[in-house]
């Protein structure tokens, strides 16, 4: 396995680094002649490991401070690194998650056919790696809110809901820290 470091960045990677130093300049984290010699360095950045080096010491705007397990009613961990985890087929759904995927991690989390008593759920998300993913799976009728919640860095959340919230519905609010992977919001109709 190839280190996400040292692949090859594209202009795509280089803009959105030039983006965060242009917030970082806004807050005051650094001067405007930080800025051009870091945004020189992002421009001429040949890899992804190059990237991160620019912006590594800057804090991402706007984290949300994760609440604890406990402050939510219990909850579910899925973290990995290197491997797949996931959480399918009939399970009580807690009122909070924690899915975690770092490098080469994929975690998954299917509540088609999960019994789910709130009518909310916190699902707090971290992806630190450009390969890591986590994909949630929902009813159509469910919502999962991303907006203004999921701070994204170098990485992207995917969702699309079809229909609007149905009145059974639960909704699932992602919070958390999206880096360089993707959340991968796909909505399907429950099994019969």
């Not at 490991?49 to 939510?72: M, T």
């Not at 990485?155 to 519905?169: E, I, K, T």
Request: a neutral charge.
């Amino acid at each position: 396995m190839t280190d996400h470091r040292e692949l090859r960045a594209g202009d795509r990677d280089r803009e959105r680094v030039a983006e965060l130093l242009r917030a970082a300049v806004a807050e005051g984290r650094i001067t405007l002649e930080e800025l051009h010699e870091r945004v020189d360095r992002a421009y001429a950045a040949r890899t992804l490991g190059d990237l991160d080096g620019v912006v590594a010491d800057l804090p991402v705007p706007g984290v949300p401070s994760r609440p604890a397990p406990s402050e939510v009613g219990g909850g579910l961990e899925l973290h990995t690194v290197g491997g797949r985890v996931e959480q399918a087929g009939r399970w009580t759904v807690p009122a909070y998650i924690s899915a975690r995927a770092g490098r080469w991690g994929k975690a998954r989390i299917d509540f088609t056919r999960a019994e789910c008593p709130h009518r909310e759920v916190v699902l707090d998300v971290e992806i630190t790696s450009w390969f890591g993913d986590i994909v949630v799976v929902v009813p159509r009728g469910w919502r999962v809110r991303d907006e203004d919640v999921v701070r994204r860095r170098l990485g992207a959340v995917h969702n699309h809901p079809p229909v609007p919230l149905a009145a059974d519905g639960v909704t699932v609010r992602l919070t958390g820290y999206v880096q360089t992977g993707d959340v991968w919001v796909r909505y399907r109709r429950p099994p019969v």
